[in-house]
Antibody, heavy 118, light 112 residues
Framework: EVQVVESGGGLVQPGGSLRLSCAAS????????MTWVRQAPGKGLEWVAN????????SYVDSVRGRFSISRDNAKNSLYLQMSSLRAEDAAVYYC???????????WGQGTLVTVSS | DIVMTQSPLSLPVTPGEPASISCRSS???????????VGWYLHKPGQSPQLLIY???NRASGVPARFSGSGSGTDFTLKISRVEPEDVGVYYC?????????FGPGTKVDVK
């Protein structure tokens, strides 16, 4: 069974840092693109970043570029999102998702909540 | 960045009746491989988003046949042939042709 499970969310002060993790199982992790998507309270889905199968290609939405870093460890079947200089507007549920079909994300985790507040 | 728009933004539906959502992109989503790089997602309350349609018209694994996708270039449509009560939620189109990938604003579907 394909599964992705996020962890690492929590309460952080503005300007602080947090590292999200995503553990994948049930598929050959090293063969697939992975992404982070977030949903702020009362808002729609926002694509945050993605990474290609070998980790050599990464893309970010403008609002997080330079503050967030996506990475993966294919030996550990894990995806990460290092978030720094966090702002109130970064508060959201962050979802990890895998692309097992072309150009779409078909396996999603349950999400992890990030709260940014003093 | 490619901007995705959807209409309507709110769609009251009657179970058993058909429903349709439109999605438009600011640029063509036609890839050089001949496929349109657009997908449809449903986000039900309290659940994770789920993929319904990929490459404009391919149903994802396990998705009921009442869901169908069509369109090409910049105009796409998601159709539900007969709405079931469990189809309520927010529907999003998303383009994966360029980074950043971008979602539409969402269409909230609820029962009349």
């Amino acid at each position: 069974e394909v599964q992705v499970v996020e962890s690492g969310g929590g309460l952080v002060q503005p300007g602080g840092s947090l590292r999200l993790s995503c553990a994948a199982s049930g598929f050959t992790f090293s063969n697939h693109w992975m992404t982070w998507v977030r949903q702020a309270p009362g808002k729609g889905l926002e694509w945050v970043a993605n990474i290609n199968p070998d980790g050599s290609g990464k893309s970010y939405v403008d609002s997080v570029r330079g503050r967030f870093s996506i990475s993966r460890d294919n030996a550990k079947n894990s995806l990460y999102l290092q978030m720094s200089s966090l702002r109130a507007e970064d508060a959201a549920v962050y979802y990890c998702a895998a692309s097992l079909v072309t150009a779409a994300y078909d396996s999603w985790g349950q999400g992890t909540l990030v709260t940014v507040s003093s | 960045d490619i901007v995705m728009t959807q209409s309507p933004l709110s769609l009251p539906v009657t179970p058993g009746e058909p429903a349709s959502i439109s999605c438009r992109s600011s640029q063509s989503l036609l890839h050089s491989d001949g496929y349109n790089y657009v997908g449809w997602y449903l986000h039900k309350p309290g659940q994770s988003p789920q993929l319904l349609i990929y490459l404009a018209s391919n149903r994802a694994s396990g998705v009921p046949a009442r869901f169908s996708g069509s369109g090409s270039g910049t105009d796409f449509t998601l159709k539900i042939s007969r709405v079931e009560p469990e189809d309520v939620g927010v529907y999003y189109c998303m383009q994966a042709l360029q980074s950043p990938n971008t979602f539409g604003p969402g269409t909230k579907v609820d029962v009349k």
